[in-house]
């Protein structure tokens, strides 16, 4: 099986790289810029970006050898532009595990795909489709989570900083003298802090 990554990201390519080489069905894997001709593959990784052109005609390739990295603020672009891409996208920054796990499923269709002659889909891929739209739901709850701390981390420690610094200022008497009670007073909302 022959991989395509389109990508201006080299983090990217090396990111898979390694992934894919622990694969054993892959043969080749090749890395273009967006602005690069895209030669023949049998799976095409892109790594969505606004005003990226997708074609889904590469070489007579089938919709489901397309899977799609995009951040999330680039999601609502990426399903207006291709539509058919959906079930098909991994949200980034990516994580190795997920990768490797979109890639096993993405390898086991190329399989049944070349096994298999005009077949229908069964209930399984059905389910599989329903199991991945969920992840991307997921990585998007997680996202949302962990930018969600993020926030509240940097909204708690910045008060609490300048706090603290107040606090060393008026223990160390920089601002003028302080009786016994307020030193320790001072000390409390210091070690509170």
Same mark, same amino acid.
């Given at each position: 099986?022959?991989?395509?990554?389109?990508?201006?990201? $080299?983090? =990217?390519?090396?990111?898979?790289? $390694?992934?894919?080489?622990?694969?054993?069905?892959?043969?080749?894997?090749?890395?273009?810029?967006?602005?690069? @001709?895209? @030669?023949?593959?049998?799976?095409?990784?892109?790594?969505?970006? &606004?005003?990226?052109?997708?074609?889904?005609?590469?070489?007579?390739?089938?919709?489901?050898?397309?899977?799609?990295?995009?951040?999330?603020?680039?999601?609502? =672009?990426?399903?207006?532009?291709? $539509?058919?891409?959906?079930?098909?996208?991994?949200?980034? $920054?990516?994580?190795?595990?997920?990768?490797?796990?979109? #890639?096993?499923?993405?390898?086991?269709?190329?399989?049944?795909?070349?096994?298999?002659?005009?077949?229908?889909?069964?209930?399984?891929?059905?389910?599989?489709?329903?199991?991945?739209?969920?992840? =991307?739901?997921?990585?998007?709850?997680?996202?949302?989570?962990?930018?969600?701390?993020?926030?509240?981390?940097?909204?708690?420690?910045? &008060?609490?900083?300048?706090?603290?610094?107040?606090?060393?200022?008026?223990?160390?008497?920089? #601002?003028?003298?302080?009786?016994?009670?307020?030193?320790?007073?001072?000390?409390?909302?210091?070690?509170?802090?």
């Amino acid at each position: 099986m022959k991989v395509t990554l389109i990508s201006d990201d $080299p983090e =990217l390519y090396n990111l898979l790289r $390694p992934i894919l080489a622990g694969l054993s069905t892959i043969s080749t894997m090749a890395a273009v810029t967006s602005s690069e @001709p895209v @030669p023949e593959a049998d799976l095409y990784l892109w790594d969505f970006e &606004p005003g990226m052109i997708i074609r889904w005609d590469f070489h007579g390739a089938a919709q489901q050898g397309h899977l799609f990295l995009v951040h999330r603020e680039n999601l609502d =672009l990426l399903r207006v532009h291709c $539509p058919a891409a959906e079930g098909r996208i991994l949200l980034k $920054p990516v994580v190795r595990a997920t990768v490797e796990a979109f #890639l096993e499923q993405a390898l086991k269709r190329y399989q049944r795909r070349s096994s298999e002659t005009d077949a229908a889909p069964s209930d399984c891929d059905e389910m599989l489709q329903s199991l991945i739209q969920a992840n =991307l739901r997921l990585q998007e709850y997680d996202q949302d989570r962990t930018n969600f701390l993020a926030r509240a981390l940097h909204d708690f420690a910045a &008060p609490l900083t300048t706090l603290n610094g107040y606090c060393g200022l008026l223990a160390e008497e920089q #601002l003028g003298e302080l009786s016994g009670e307020q030193k320790e007073v001072v000390g409390r909302m210091q070690s509170g802090a």
